[in-house]
């Protein structure tokens, strides 16, 4: 004998299947048809190792006061490397420094290796097609930074810029092109690295580097031997910046918030005149 009751919890069973299928079917139309986007296809901001959430930080670490690699600790320090602590906790996730350089650094970022550039960047036309661009940081500007003995004999971009003086910078970064650009007369050679330029100048292989005025007044101060030319005059006005990878258009956001907050409660500025008292 059969069981009608049975048959139509069956019945009932089956229709109800029926329809989670027509739901599902309306809801992918619905998704195609009215550009929903899925969550999941959003750009991830953090990386993850293991289960922990991870803001990648590219960073060149030979830029002190404001970014410093000790290859005998592994370790970074100075301000942007704090800030970079500070942006990690404000952000909840765990911060991971990725070593890189000026000639790279652009390619780095864009390439993904790392999700924001921190350390000492200049914004610039070009950098700001590139990538976002968080709000100003710091104000700098270019001096000339030469031996002490020569502090006479350099006193403008006059007198540097002359047949038998040699400027030398390192490759990539800003402070190159503001030597192609403004010095005409005086032999320009490249260096690969940051800190061989120090080397250079305190050999006497050069004369001359340009740079911004935060790391010639601090080279100055841990190298006796060297000078800042007329610091109170920069021979340009610029602004330092947080590049952002196009893909995280929340992340930028989410710096400038934090910066505003650094700046208002004097946080920026202390972290600035702590890092000029790290040795490096």
Wanted: charged share 25%; glycine share 6%; hydrophobic share 40%.
């Amino acid at each position: 004998m059969i069981d009608v009751q049975n048959l139509n919890l069956i019945k009932d069973y089956k229709m109800d299947k029926y329809f989670k299928y027509i739901l599902l079917l309306f809801f992918l139309v619905f998704c195609f048809t009215s550009g929903y986007s899925s969550p999941l296809s959003k750009p991830v901001m953090y990386s993850y190792y293991g289960h922990v959430k991870v803001l990648r930080v590219g960073t060149t670490g030979d830029y002190p006061p404001i970014t410093y690699y000790n290859p005998d600790t592994d370790k970074y320090k100075g301000f942007a490397i704090d800030m970079a602590k500070s942006l990690g906790k404000h952000l909840n996730v765990k911060v991971k420094f990725i070593k890189t350089s000026w000639p790279t650094l652009s390619k780095d970022l864009k390439s993904g290796k790392f999700d924001i550039a921190m350390g000492g960047i200049t914004a610039t036309k070009k950098r700001g097609k590139l990538f976002l661009l968080s709000n100003p940081i710091i104000t700098s500007g270019k001096v000339a930074l030469i031996r002490k003995k020569d502090k006479n004999k350099f006193t403008s971009l006059q007198s540097i810029d002359k047949k038998d003086v040699t400027v030398v910078e390192n490759l990539g970064g800003t402070n190159l092109q503001f030597a192609k650009k403004n010095i005409h007369n005086a032999k320009i050679i490249v260096v690969e690295k940051n800190k061989t330029v120090f080397q250079y100048l305190l050999s006497g292989k050069a004369d001359v580097m340009f740079t911004d005025i935060v790391e010639a007044e601090y080279r100055a101060s841990i190298m006796p031997e060297l000078y800042v030319v007329n610091p109170w005059v920069l021979y340009d006005k610029s602004v330092k910046v947080y590049l952002i990878s196009k893909k995280y258009p929340w992340l930028q956001k989410e710096v400038n918030e934090w910066l505003k907050t650094m700046k208002t409660s004097g946080n920026l500025s202390k972290y600035f005149k702590e890092s000029l008292k790290i040795k490096y």
